[in-house]
């Protein structure tokens, strides 16, 4: 055992075990990301296991409000269990509408941290947006994470386009075991708030990442772009630069600690494509032993200047 074991469980959902601390990023349980049951995009896949074979969760990790990355059904099965909230500012008011104390509530700007046992939560810039429905926009702040523990530190992306944030990131936190980067659901009609897959490898390397692994694909189908294109445009993507990928079935377990070899490689998805969606590979997660380049000049942490509504996000659920 390494000390950083990871599970990706589909979309930007990740159970991340971490010198002893089991994170769970943006967990998705619900078959839509959408505000009613009866329509919006819909899960492609089964969910690897349920919810509450997952084990116990230290800390649940939220990057932004929208459908996609917190999910109501799923936040109020945790409200009964002892799991801290690490989210942005104004995404704790969800949490507390939906009966999460607010002792159990840590709400962060950019560059503020907080420490769950031994493993520092701190949350830093993305260029996105926020919004629940048609009336309740811009009333929270989105957030990229850094989670450091004494051993091993791994940076989640959350939803964002491309900006030179990252850079600093990297020199600030960096290097990173592992980058969790968001390459799918990309259009032209909205650049700015979510990256292609070369973007998404040119952010891992800014952000001084080891071993890269693809979320925000495969899930959920929100927007144009073939369903399996995000895995083959970061594999090329990747391997011009000689970048360790791994790209994990939903479900699946892997160290990214371990020798090269034993990272998930297989291209799983292209038989998918072919046939039926996904089989998600049924596993219960046990606890750890310790636990081409495009210039972008929009930078959220040079022109942030309070009002939180960003760019304009695209029609439907993001």
């Known amino acids: ?7 990706w469980m589909g979309h ?26 009866f329509a919006g995009p819909r899960r492609l896949h089964p969910v690897p296991l ?15 409000d929208h459908y996609d990355h917190l999910d109501l059904p799923t936040i109020r099965a945790l409200v009964g269990t002892r799991t801290r909230f690490c989210v942005p500012l104004g995404v704790g008011a969800h949490l507390e509408r939906w009966g999460v104390p607010t002792d159990r509530i840590d709400e962060l700007d950019w560059y503020e941290s907080t420490r769950v046992k031994d493993v520092e939560f701190t ?32 940076h989640h992306t959350g939803d964002t386009g491309y900006f030179t944030g990252f850079a600093r990131i990297g020199q600030r936190y960096g290097p990173f075991d592992l980058s969790m980067i968001q390459i ?9 708030i979510h990256m292609t897959p070369e973007e998404g490898v040119r952010a891992h390397r800014d952000l001084r990442g080891g071993v890269l692994m693809p979320i925000h694909w495969a899930t959920f189908d929100l927007a144009p772009h073939p369903w399996e294109e995000p895995a083959e445009r970061v594999l090329r993507a990747a391997a011009e630069h000689d970048i360790p990928l791994a790209v994990p079935r939903p479900g699946e377990v892997f ?25 998600p590979t049924r596993r219960t997660p046990e606890p750890a032993a310790d636990a081409t380049e495009k210039p972008v000049v929009v930078d959220p942490v040079v022109e942030r200047t309070g009002d939180p509504r960003g760019p304009a996000a695209p029609t439907g659920t993001v």
């Not at 055992?1 to 599970?7: A, E, K, P």
């Not at 601390?21 to 505000?35: A, E, H, I, N, Q």
């Open 1 to 7: 055992m390494t000390g950083l074991r990871i599970t």
């Open 12 to 37: 930007a959902t990740v159970l991340v075990e971490i010198d002893g601390l089991r994170v769970l990023f943006d967990p998705v349980w619900g078959t839509r990301c959408s505000p009613v049951g």
């Open 50 to 64: 349920p919810l509450g074979d997952v084990g116990p969760v230290d800390a649940v990790v939220i990057s932004h």
């Open 123 to 154: 949350a830093t810039p993305a260029q996105h947006c926020c919004g629940r429905g048609v009336r309740r926009r811009a009333l929270s702040l989105w957030a990229s994470w850094v989670v450091a523990g004494p051993e091993h530190r791994v």
């Open 184 to 192: 799918g659901a990309y259009s032209r009609l909205w650049p700015d």
């Open 255 to 279: 160290e990214p600690g371990v020798p090269l070899g034993g990272l998930p490689a297989d291209t799983w998805w292209r038989e998918c494509a072919r046939g039926p969606a996904p089989t």
